[in-house]
């Protein structure tokens, strides 16, 4: 056998162990592969809500000396409530006297204790649900209505705000919100500034003669 075949017959043995070591190694990567790492992982989407919360009138004109009331609005534009919290924020140096109560929204609504009317930080905490905690309801309606007082001294205007920490639930969906915007007022103060009332000065009868 010439040098020339035999060169030739180690070159193609050279390639030959190449190719299978080539093949078996393809074949041990794709049986380490499992189809669970195959498969991307999906993160679960969030559910949209398309509920809206408001304040109306937007703005609202309050007389000093006078009760004033803000209604707070819900469109639920097709989401099915069970129950609603509202975040609100006022400034105490310019209302005053602030109280809360369910409007109209929930048939025969009642009140969970949370919260309530801070009148030293300007904070509500209000939540609301139906009578019967199963049923939910969709549309518009009012769901709390806010009575107040200017305070002496107050400015011309002070916002009411509806914090986006609000919650809106819907059955299913446990306590995730469904709540997508809300929107608050500003009060317009207007008229004199109450007077400043003081007892008035008592006389002593003249000594009789």
Do not use: C, W
Not at 167 to 184: E, H, I, K
């Amino acid at each position: 056998m010439s040098r020339k075949t035999l060169g030739l017959i180690i070159v193609l043995l050279i390639l030959t162990i190449i190719l299978v070591f080539v093949a078996l190694s393809t074949k041990q990567q794709q049986s380490q592969t499992s189809p669970n790492n195959s498969t991307p992982s999906t993160t679960p989407t969030p559910v949209a809500g398309h509920t809206i919360l408001s304040m109306s009138p937007n703005p609202v004109t309050a007389l000093r000396g006078a009760p004033s009331t803000v209604n707070i609005m819900i469109d639920t534009k097709g989401d099915s409530i069970r129950a609603v919290q509202l975040e609100v924020a006022y400034d105490p140096k310019a209302l005053t006297n602030v109280t809360i109560k369910p409007g109209d929204f929930f048939p025969d609504a009642q009140t969970l204790p949370v919260g309530g009317v801070n009148q030293t930080t300007g904070r509500i905490t209000f939540a609301v649900t139906p009578a019967n905690l199963r049923d939910s309801k969709s549309g518009t309606g009012t769901v709390a209505t806010l009575t107040f007082y200017p305070a002496a001294g107050a400015t011309t205007s002070t916002p009411i705000t509806l914090l986006d920490k609000s919650l809106v639930t819907s059955p299913g969906l446990g306590a995730q919100t469904v709540l997508r915007s809300v929107s608050g007022t500003t009060v317009i103060i207007s008229g004199t500034q109450p007077p400043t009332t003081s007892s008035p000065a008592v006389t002593s009868p003249a000594p009789t003669q």
